[in-house]
Antibody, heavy 112, light 112 residues
């Protein structure tokens, strides 16, 4: 059974940093590109980042480029999202996904 | 960015009847490899999105064959035949052809 389990969310102040993790199981993690997708409260889905299976390429949405960094550790079956200079508009549920499967999400709230 | 326009934004269906959701792309989603990178997801209330259809017309694993996807290079349709109570939620189309990947605004399906 495929499982993606996110962690690391919470309530932080504007300008702060946070690092999300996503542990994968039930599939060959090292063979798949992985994504972070977010959903602001009561809003739609927004793709924010992709990392290739071997970390050779990374792509970002303009809304997070230069502030967020996606990375992975295939030896640990783990995907990361390092988030810096957080803003109130970054408040959302953050999902990791390989497009076929999504995690349950982790909430990030940015508020003073 | 590629814009996906879904219609309607809300639909109310009697159980047992059919429903169709449209997704129109601002650009062709046909790749040079002959693959149409249009996906459909369902987000049930309080849950993370689940994949229904990939590459325009392919049914994802475990998805009932009441769901079907069709379309051209820019106009796509998700059809649900014989709607059941478990089909309630928000349906999103998504394109994974060009960065940034984008989602439609979502179509909320309710039961009459």
């Amino acid at each position: 059974e495929v499982q993606l389990v996110e962690s690391g969310g919470g309530l932080v102040k504007p300008g702060s940093s946070l690092k999300l993790s996503c542990v994968a199981s039930g599939f060959t993690f090292s063979s798949y590109g992985m994504h972070w997708i977010r959903q602001a409260p009561k809003k739609g889905l927004e793709w924010i980042a992709l990392i290739y299976y071997d970390s050779s390429n990374k792509y970002y949405a303009d809304s997070v480029k230069g502030r967020f960094t996606i990375s992975r550790d295939n030896s640990k079956n783990t995907l990361y999202l390092e988030m810096n200079s957080l803003r109130s508009e970054d408040t959302a549920m953050y999902y990791c996904a390989n497009l076929g499967y999504w995690g349950q999400g982790v909430m990030v709230t940015v508020s003073s | 960015d590629i814009v996906l326009t879904q219609a309607p934004l809300s639909v109310s269906v009697t159980p047992g009847e059919s429903a169709s959701i449209s997704c129109r792309s601002s650009k062709s989603l046909l790749s040079s490899k002959g693959i149409t990178s249009l996906y459909w997801y369902l987000q049930k209330p309080g849950k993370s999105p689940q994949l229904l259809i990939y590459r325009m017309s392919n049914l994802a694993s475990g998805v009932p064959d009441r769901f079907s996807g069709s379309g051209s290079e820019t106009d796509f349709t998700l059809k649900i035949s014989k709607v059941e109570t478990e089909d309630v939620g928000v349906y999103y189309c998504a394109q994974f052809l060009e960065y940034p990947y984008t989602f439609g605004a979502g179509t909320k399906l309710e039961l009459k």
